[in-house]
């Protein structure tokens, strides 16, 4: 356990996440702690050196027995957790060079609308009006996805009477019932596995099931089925743009299957969400996202296996709701809030981005 006084200093931390509204708390061994504020890292220079003992103290301060051995067994563990009821965080606890080290990611009890995310409110909607589907919200690392599964979840809970199920590892936001029925699942702790999570689901009174990460084929086998039977499935992968996100789910598939899986896509794929956290004129980070909606040309060219085309498609159906990521950053630049230059460092067609940019500046 921690001295009095390392409490007090790792509670001041802590605080100073929230107060300097950074992302992340890192604690490594050997240097002063540092903060990840709008995607850069902040070394706390005013702050002593951190030594083995001091993290050893605050690793022993929130972890249980049971995830102690845990750590043990596999040399990292995930967990979230509540201090003094207040202040949640996402915790990696994981070694480096035969020490402990730890990251502290905020969880913010403040769950944004899509405006204040700086998502498209109508396209989102749709989605979310949805009876049956998937809709898959993708990213790169620390590009705001879970933040932004959290919003449509509370979306839901303020606004329709649903019973919602989630499947998270761990679960970092902790929802309140409103209008819906909101129950959380915890794998490793409610259930042993995605899938038997998934399995359970599909035995019971559910409209909306939410998967927190996709580990294998099974798992994406397991979604299919409960969309046909009727369910709204949202899910949460790593992909740089929406056609990277549809070969994603293919590739979790042998090669012998992927004409059944196009299919299985051209079926049940509602929508994509991808987006990315990039920095703005303003010192902070902004969204930048495509939005692709599965009409009947997305439905064909994943059929056809054109993947690639699809870029074609969110250039072309603005009308429909859909917007592809090129359009989204001129008008970004459009408004003033990035530059050009950051524009074109995130653009998938630079010299299509180059031709908007000229008509708008």
Do not use: W
Not at 226 to 250: M, P
């Amino acid at each position: 356990m921690p001295s009095t006084a390392q409490t007090i200093i790792f509670n001041k931390l802590l605080t100073t996440v929230v107060e300097r509204r950074a992302s992340d708390l890192h604690l490594t061994i050997g240097t002063p702690p540092a903060l990840r504020i709008e995607g850069e890292l902040v070394i706390l220079e005013d702050q002593e050196i951190l030594t083995p003992d001091f993290i050893k103290g605050v690793i022993d301060s929130f972890l249980t027995p049971e995830q102690k051995e845990k750590l043990k067994k596999n040399k990292q563990l995930v967990v979230a957790h509540s201090f003094d009821q207040k202040l949640r965080f996402k915790i990696t606890v994981y070694y480096q060079k035969g020490f402990l080290g730890v990251i502290f990611r905020y969880i913010s009890p403040i769950v944004k609308n899509f405006s204040d995310l700086g998502l498209p409110v109508k396209s989102i909607e749709k989605f979310l009006s949805l009876k049956k589907g998937l809709v898959v919200i993708s990213g790169p690392f620390d590009s705001g996805k879970t933040t932004t599964l959290i919003s449509i979840i509370e979306t839901i809970n303020k606004t329709k009477k649903k019973n919602i199920f989630t499947l998270e590892e761990p679960i970092e936001y902790i929802f309140i019932n409103d209008q819906s029925i909101i129950e959380q699942r915890e794998i490793k702790k409610d259930v042993n596995s995605f899938v038997e999570g998934l399995d359970l689901i599909s035995n019971e009174d559910v409209n909306i099931v939410f998967v927190s990460q996709i580990t294998d084929k099974e798992v994406f086998s397991k979604i299919f089925k409960l969309i046909e039977g009727g369910r709204l499935v949202f899910v949460i992968l790593e992909a740089e743009q929406a056609y990277q996100t549809i070969e994603k789910i293919i590739n979790f598939f042998p090669s012998s299957e992927k004409e059944k899986i196009q299919e299985m896509l051209t079926n049940n794929l509602a929508g994509i969400i991808n987006q990315k956290l990039i920095p703005s004129l303003n010192k902070k980070r902004i969204l930048a996202y495509e939005i692709l909606i599965a009409n009947l040309s997305v439905k064909n060219l994943i059929k056809e296996g054109k993947l690639k085309q699809l870029n074609s498609i969110l250039q072309i159906s603005q009308a429909e709701g859909m917007i592809g990521m090129d359009k989204c950053l001129a008008q970004l630049v459009r408004n003033a809030e990035i530059s050009l230059e950051e524009a074109l460092r995130n653009a998938i067609d630079m010299e299509n981005l180059k031709t908007m940019a000229e008509r708008i500046l």
